[in-house]
């Protein structure tokens, strides 16, 4: 996930109406994957399983109706932790509709507090083994 | 999109003695017991290592005599790749589609 991962879309709706869709469980489960448990409040727990691969992190930022920020990653494995990454959801009206703008970002690690420095970001360690 | 095979490749990753294998084998193929030299451990740790390894596509693993030979395969790296890429168009697509039909449900 290096550089940032961007995907934007429009939806033909406001946004006060696409907001609940990402915070409200039983709204998000229809989307983002076969359950969740979320509560959407800066440092309420994000977890969703997306099929076979659970992701757990824990929201940053809610504010409605035009952003969102939560924590991502993938319990147990040390390339992706829980929480290693960053998902914003930004909403822009745009007429009647809404661009909807989701960055996916790694978060830096505190090298000295970390062991695992230098292998957080999926896709560095990936290059890294392909490159040294 | 295989989540299973991006999975085994994720575990497989996670192991820094198996990391430091990768790199071993990066450019050239090694012999399981050359391999073993560079770490602590018993023979037989570092063949279920390699094992994991294996499985999850990550090296491939050649015999020759009683000798196992082991290669990078950076191909295997594709299903994790993917399975990121894949992530978030898909999902937003879905978003669209139902708040989209919810609101026509609606009026």
């Known amino acids: 996930m290096t550089p940032d991962l961007v995907v934007t879309t429009t ?8 907001f ?14 076969s359950w969740v448990d979320v509560d959407p409040q800066p440092g309420g727990v994000f977890a969703a399983d997306l099929g076979q691969t659970l992701v757990r992190g824990s929201y940053v930022a809610v504010d409605p109706p035009h952003r969102v920020v939560f924590t991502w990653g993938i319990p147990g494995n040390q390339e992706l932790p829980a929480g290693s990454s960053t998902v914003e959801i930004v909403l822009r009206p745009e007429g ?10 790694d978060v830096p690690v505190d090298r000295h507090a970390d062991h695992r420095q230098g292998w957080t970001n999926l896709l560095g360690v990936l290059a890294s083994i392909l490159r040294e | 999109m ?8 994720l575990r497989a990753l996670a192991d820094p003695t198996r990391r430091t294998m990768l790199r071993l084998v990066r450019s050239q193929e090694l012999p399981a017991g050359q391999i073993a030299t560079h770490f ?19 090296v ?14 950076p191909d295997a790296l594709g299903p994790v790749r993917a399975l990121l890429d894949d992530l978030w168009p898909d999902a937003l697509d879905r978003l669209k589609r139902i708040v989209e039909e919810d609101k026509r449900s609606r009026s």
Do not use: F, M
């Not at chain 1, 609940?20 to 994957?33: I, K, S």
């Not at chain 1, 009647?96 to 970002?105: C, F, Q, S, Y």
């Not at chain 2, 023979?43 to 596509?57: D, F, P, T």
């Not at chain 2, 693993?61 to 290669?71: Q, S």
């Open chain 2, 60 to 73: 491939g693993e050649r015999r020759e005599g009683t000798r196992r030979l082991y290669l990078l395969r």
């Open chain 2, 40 to 58: 602590p451990i018993t023979q037989q740790a570092v063949s279920q290592h390699l094992q994991v390894l294996h499985r999850a596509g990550l």
């Open chain 1, 20 to 33: 609940p869709y990402l915070v409200q469980p039983d709204l998000l489960v229809r989307w983002l994957g």
């Open chain 1, 11 to 18: 939806i033909e709706a406001s946004p006060q109406e696409v």
């Open chain 2, 2 to 9: 295989t989540a299973e095979a991006a999975d085994l490749v």
């Open chain 1, 96 to 105: 009647d509709a809404t661009l909807v703008e989701l960055t996916h970002r």
